[in-house]
């Protein structure tokens, strides 16, 4: 064998090995984005389970609710409108948390669009929007940007 077709055949072996390097690498970040997705529905899904769970169990959080949605947001006491203002903030901080894996591209599509009915369903409260008004400082400005225009949509679908 001559050199020339040697180095050629050396250099061929050579590419051949950096093509399967490649591939290897790119077959390992695919994987890791995969569960890197995967880590991020699970902790929001342990969070939203927790929030629930809350709501399940209160008795506190449940008259205050009661009172709020027959009486309304004046005549609750200092402690009842506590109450409802943590879970609801717990809730707006869940979907910021969730609008921020979505804006990253940890959260698909379709689990976000989920996030968008959730919340598009539930200001419709004049509760939750009480506490969004008075709260909504706290959250970014894409975050607050979003929030405001589902609450236009909401709106003006209820006309």
């Given at each position: 064998?001559?050199?020339?077709?040697?180095?050629?055949?050396?250099?061929?072996?050579?590419?051949?090995?950096?093509?399967?390097?490649?591939?290897?690498?790119?077959?390992?970040?695919?994987?890791?984005?995969?569960?890197?997705?995967?880590?991020?529905?699970?902790?929001?899904?342990?969070?939203?389970?927790?929030?629930?769970?809350?709501?399940?169990?209160?008795?506190?959080?449940?008259?205050?609710?009661?009172?709020?949605?027959?009486?309304?947001?004046?005549?609750?006491?200092f402690q009842e409108r506590t109450f409802v203002t943590g879970f609801f903030r717990t809730l707006f901080h869940n979907w910021s948390n969730a609008y921020y894996h979505y804006q990253n591209g940890t959260l698909?599509?379709?689990?976000?669009?989920?996030?968008?009915?959730?919340?598009?369903?539930?200001?419709?409260?004049?509760?939750?929007?009480?506490?969004?008004?008075?709260?909504?400082?706290?959250?970014?400005?894409?975050?607050?940007?979003?929030?405001?225009?589902?609450?236009?949509?909401?709106?003006?679908?209820?006309?």
């Open positions: 064998m001559k050199k020339i077709e040697l180095e050629q055949a050396i250099a061929i072996i050579a590419n051949i090995g950096v093509i399967a390097s490649l591939i290897f690498v790119g077959l390992q970040v695919q994987q890791e984005a995969t569960a890197s997705r995967s880590a991020t529905v699970l902790q929001l899904k342990d969070s939203w389970v927790q929030l629930n769970l809350v709501a399940a169990t209160s008795v506190e959080l449940a008259d205050a609710m009661e009172v709020m949605d027959t009486q309304g947001w004046n005549a609750a006491s698909d599509e379709i689990q976000w669009g989920a996030y968008l009915r959730e919340a598009a369903t539930a200001l419709e409260s004049p509760i939750i929007r009480q506490v969004w008004s008075e709260w909504n400082f706290v959250y970014d400005d894409s975050f607050r940007v979003l929030i405001d225009d589902l609450l236009t949509k909401v709106d003006m679908e209820a006309d």
